[in-house]
């Protein structure tokens, strides 16, 4: 006859072991939970990016699309093309330098940037950096100088929300248009008498309306004294 006894540490192995697969499952279950809330997905072998994230990619997407076709207009003197992408309530400003003048840039409607090219009339773009005179000239005059100086359609230094000319000029883009994607089209300096100051940049800032982003802003900036 076996004695009763000898069973109990097999009864009890049995227990624990049953007892640890318990807690297992809980503490997989906890995990899988937090997760779950932290991916968006029930498989940790499959990351779904969050709906904010793919918002934000097709908008980088969008702008970077539209600053494209913008550059290219400018390069080809297209202005029925470029006022296409004008903002039709705010407009487009034009600033010489860095610094964003909210009081002397110049503000042009889409239609005005539609007819620009065939306006011989001067006017006033803001004041010419070191000596302050104003800057008068046609609008040719201007996007010669002032806007597509350099071409930069074709340079591979692009940055999105990010500067790669710095000059002496503070440049109060973020400032001035807090909810805007901003596309620099950047050439860097290439003659050695000049130290690599003779470089420029072109920006092109778009804020987004009714599901479409709009060029509100074209900044052109320089090594400035």
């Known amino acids: 006859m076996r004695k009763k006894g000898k069973k109990r540490p097999i009864r009890g192995l049995i227990i624990i072991i049953i007892g640890v697969l318990l807690l297992g499952g809980g503490v997989f279950a906890v995990q899988q939970y937090a997760y779950t809330q932290e991916t968006g997905s029930e498989d940790p072998k499959v990351s779904v990016p969050k709906t904010e994230g793919n918002t934000k990619e097709k908008s980088d997407n969008s702008i970077a699309s539209k600053a494209g076709e913008a550059v290219a207009a400018l390069k080809n003197k297209d202005m029925k093309k470029l006022s296409a992408l004008v903002h039709p309530v705010k407009g487009v400003r034009l600033s010489p330098y860095a610094f964003v003048d909210m009081k002397n840039d110049r503000v042009l409607t889409a239609s005005q940037v539609e007819n620009a090219l065939n306006d011989s009339a001067k006017y006033t773009w803001g004041s010419f950096d070191g000596s302050g005179e104003p800057i008068e000239m046609t609008f040719a005059e201007?996007?010669?100088?002032?806007?597509?100086?350099?071409?930069?359609?074709?340079?591979?230094?692009?940055?999105?929300?990010?500067?790669?000319?710095?000059?002496?000029?503070?440049?109060?883009?973020?400032?001035?248009?807090?909810?805007?994607?901003?596309?620099?089209?950047?050439?860097?300096?290439?003659?050695?008498?000049?130290?690599?100051?003779?470089?420029?940049?072109?920006?092109?800032?778009?804020?987004?309306?009714?599901?479409?982003?709009?060029?509100?802003?074209?900044?052109?900036?320089?090594?400035?004294?």
Do not use: C
């Open 142 to 225: 201007y996007l010669n100088h002032f806007i597509y100086d350099k071409d930069y359609a074709g340079t591979d230094r692009i940055g999105y929300n990010q500067f790669f000319g710095k000059g002496n000029t503070k440049n109060n883009a973020f400032e001035v248009y807090t909810n805007a994607g901003i596309v620099e089209y950047h050439i860097p300096g290439v003659d050695p008498k000049f130290g690599g100051v003779d470089w420029g940049s072109l920006r092109l800032v778009f804020e987004e309306s009714g599901g479409t982003w709009y060029l509100v802003g074209i900044i052109h900036d320089m090594w400035t004294i």
